[in-house]
């Protein structure tokens, strides 16, 4: 699998993000800029990682959306490429209009660091693969805005046509209010487009991928993502 | 021309800035205060001199940028 990273200014996960695709993958993922035009040639996956490009400025995403590198990203996720957003990447990813709702200011008001629990909603995904139905993995989650909204009708667009892909729970898997920290719709820590292959998540999974720093409950996430995008 | 475009979050979409900005002002003694919402307001300078044209523009950048209408409704006001 060729990955591919994008870094915009205020970027600061795509080390993290690099070394979970290289442990998953055997292979350095490439870095982009936001004014490069191209991916390389080959690429399979695209992830647009955790940070705070250009400061948070206007609406989180916002200015990213809009930067010379993501007409590539459309078309690449236009043609069926896979595209993975964590963080303030799934932040750009609703922001460019790859995935449809918003993520608004934590309901708190607080920004949130500290584990979360997801359950993972259906597993047939290039990203869920190497998941259990039903089973929960930690991460961690560091955002202010991470609220995810959408309109009731987009939200029951979503679950009907099974596009929630994780849901903040309890370790034990049940969907609780109290395990939902930053007031997202009907617990919605991420969503899939249609064909399944953009994916945006709150949590950070490449926070976890190393049996010496904090365990390895991400790990499955980004093995999966190695088998599914193997080389045929 | 100067065009200002007020954003504000939409109706319905929860405004915790308001909300606590809302609590702050009754911490504060300021009595009969309800709802508060928060939103922004950005100043353009344009170089059209057509007003009609001018708002237009305008428009056309909050659509694109300057508000997200899923969670934004704005208004452009021209000076």
């Not at chain 1, 049940?174 to 930053?182: D, I």
Request: aromatic share 6%; charged share 20%.
């Amino acid at each position: 699998m060729k990955a591919a990273i994008v870094m915009f200014p205020g970027t600061n996960r795509e080390r993290d993000m690099a070394l979970a695709l290289q442990r998953a993958t055997g292979r350095k993922p490439a870095i982009l800029w936001h004014r490069d035009t191209e991916l390389p040639q080959g690429t399979d996956l695209v992830v647009l990682p955790g940070g705070f490009s250009y400061g948070d400025y206007l609406r989180c995403g916002a200015m990213a959306a809009q930067s010379p590198i993501m007409r590539a990203i459309h078309d690449f996720a236009g043609r069926g490429g896979h595209v993975l957003g964590v963080c303030n990447g799934f932040q750009m990813l609703v922001e460019a209009g790859l995935l449809p709702g918003a993520l608004l200011r934590n309901a708190s008001l607080r920004f949130l660091s500290m584990d979360c629990h997801m359950r993972v909603e259906r597993t047939d995904t290039a990203y869920t693969g190497r998941f259990q139905r039903g089973q929960v993995f930690r991460a961690t989650m560091a955002h202010g805005d991470g609220n995810y909204f959408a309109d009731e009708a987009t939200l029951d667009r979503l679950e009907g046509e099974g596009l929630v892909a994780l849901r903040y729970a309890t370790a034990d898997g049940q969907v609780t209010e109290t395990a939902n920290r930053n007031g997202s719709a009907r617990n919605i820590a991420g969503i899939l487009s249609p064909n399944l292959r953009v994916l945006g998540l709150m949590p950070h999974p490449e926070n976890q991928v190393d049996p010496l720093i904090d365990g390895t409950d991400g790990l499955p996430l980004f093995e999966g993502l190695a088998e599914a995008l193997a080389p045929a | 021309m100067k065009a200002r475009v007020t954003v504000m979050p939409k109706a319905g979409v929860l405004d915790p800035q308001g909300k606590a900005i809302g609590h702050a002002l009754a911490g504060l003694g300021f009595a009969g205060v309800g709802e508060v919402r928060a939103g922004k307001v950005i100043e353009l300078e344009l170089a059209e001199t057509d007003p009609a044209k001018a708002k237009a523009e305008a428009e056309a950048m909050a659509r694109k940028l300057l508000a997200n209408t899923v969670i934004e409704s704005f208004s452009v006001t021209l000076d």
